[in-house]
């Protein structure tokens, strides 16, 4: 989630992550956040909004909170503001997620951000919005973007293993650390369509939801 604010050709997306939890360092929090701006940046996009080209930007700030006061996420009324618990172990799957698509909350697993830093990039998307693609077989599309999941079906160079048939199993899909943000992924956020209020637009919504610590069954 974020909050939209236009410039003269800019349009700057602010979004602040509150990182908590066993797992969650200071330096962590850091690191993700970097992680974030440095993807979405990448493209350099820009968009039109009415008759104005704007590049957009991402301004993204990460803070160490360990002893976040859960009434902070329930009554948090600023867009800006994202609330990620990291642990090793995750709920459900075991595996990083947000809780609803535009939404301002979700669960990081410590090793997902560690093997990859397009795992954050990518649960940031959907926090803006931005759903899984439909096609999941991407041969000769080059490279793939920030929001195929594994299990993606890419060319060969951005597999698991580059020498393994094309398929599940054996190192046939993709492998997350080749996503991209791509000008496409930021058209797919569909910023021009925001309502601005005094040079501002929410991006997103408000999940607000704390995540105690997930313990996995022995």
Request: charge should be negative.
């Amino acid at each position: 989630m974020g909050e939209a604010e236009l410039h003269t050709n800019q349009l700057v997306i602010h979004s602040v992550f509150f990182f908590y939890g066993e797992a969650a360092t200071k330096e962590l929090s850091w690191q993700i956040a970097n992680d974030i701006e440095q993807h979405w940046n990448e493209p350099q996009a820009s968009i039109r909004i009415g008759s104005n080209w704007y590049r957009v930007l991402f301004d993204i700030d990460g803070i160490y909170e360990p002893d976040l006061d859960p009434e902070k996420v329930w009554y948090n009324d600023n867009p800006r503001f994202n609330f990620f618990r990291i642990e090793e172990f995750a709920p459900g799957d075991d595996i990083s997620f947000v809780d609803g698509i535009g939404s301002n909350t979700g669960y990081f697993k410590l090793a997902n951000v560690l093997q990859t830093s397009t795992t954050a990039a990518h649960e940031y998307g959907h926090t803006l919005g931005l759903i899984h693609p439909e096609n999941l077989d991407i041969r000769g599309q080059s490279t793939p973007g920030i929001m195929y999941p594994r299990g993606t079906i890419v060319d060969p160079p951005f597999q698991y293993d580059p020498h393994a048939a094309p398929g599940p199993g054996h190192g046939g899909t993709l492998n997350p650390i080749h996503r991209r943000v791509l000008q496409s992924d930021v058209e797919a956020l569909k910023l021009h369509k925001l309502f601005f209020t005094n040079g501002k637009a929410i991006v997103g919504d408000f999940s607000s939801l704390y995540h105690e610590k997930h313990r996995p069954r022995t």
